[in-house]
């Protein structure tokens, strides 16, 4: 990848730090317009991932795939095919998919259809009441499952430090590997939180290096400078 851009750089700092050999930057969790809450476009993401120079980007739109289906052959960065389902006691990310899972999905089988995928689960913002956190007893119940397999302890947009290190403490509770994303629902955010880990391939080896990696970043929740705009119609089937 590119080096980031100075923009990228006075934005997100950690940015400019040398990565070890062999490793890569990945954003375990990013919108697109797909979503239905973030408006960034595919140009916007092509552009946003030259300047921060993320080498893998997740991309894990709301209760939808075929965004990252589609920017998966148009990025300069690799991109993992994710979803951020909601489920009725909060939201849970599946990363390595292959299908959609229908949005209201119960949170065990929701788990079990990823992990049918080939999958890797991934909770986000554990908790987070401000970002449809996965309430506490379901959360738990899926860590005592062994239905979780890895944990967003730093999450950009969680403005309280407490919240992301609280998540920390879970995933040692439960031995469960530590991922961070950005959380970008503009482009100007990627870069802001993201795991420095040995490179991969595929699900499994993606699982057993993030336990190697190192979380990097900071909070950083700011909003898109107005512009005028128009976004194509999409539709998250």
């Known amino acids: 990848m590119p080096a980031p851009s100075a923009a990228a750089l006075e934005r997100h700092p950690h940015l400019g730090d040398a990565l070890p050999a062999g490793w890569v930057r990945v954003d375990l969790h990013s919108h697109t317009m797909w979503s239905g809450d973030s408006t960034t476009t595919p ?23 075929r965004g990252a289906v589609e920017l998966a052959s148009q990025l300069s960065c690799r991109v993992i095919i994710g979803e951020e389902l909601r489920t009725h006691a909060g939201e849970i990310i599946g990363l390595f998919l292959s299908e959609r899972i229908p949005m209201g999905t119960p949170p065990a089988a929701a788990a079990a259809a990823i992990r049918e995928q080939g ?40 403005s309280l430090r ?21 959380d970008a629902h503009v482009p100007d955010a990627l870069g802001a939180a993201y ?3 040995p490179d991969f391939d595929g699900p499994a080896d993606f699982l057993a290096k993030l336990r190697l990696g190192r979380v990097v970043g900071h909070h950083w929740d700011q909003h898109r400078p107005w512009s005028p705009r128009i976004l194509p119609s999409v539709s998250t089937e």
Do not use: W
């Not at 992301?164 to 994303?181: I, P, Q, T, V, Y």
């Open 162 to 182: 407490s919240l992301n290190e609280r998540a920390g403490h879970f995933a040692e509770e439960f031995d469960l590997a530590a991922g961070a994303g950005s």
């Open 195 to 197: 795991v420095e880990m």
């Open 43 to 65: 140009d916007e993401v092509a552009e946003a991932v030259v300047a921060s120079g993320l080498d893998v980007l997740c991309i894990t739109d709301h209760n939808a795939i």
């Open 119 to 158: 999958g890797v689960v991934y909770v986000p913002h554990p908790f987070d009441p401000m970002r449809r956190n996965m309430a506490e007893p379901a959360l738990y119940e899926l860590a005592q499952a062994g239905l979780l397999d890895a944990v967003e302890v730093l999450n950009a947009k969680t």
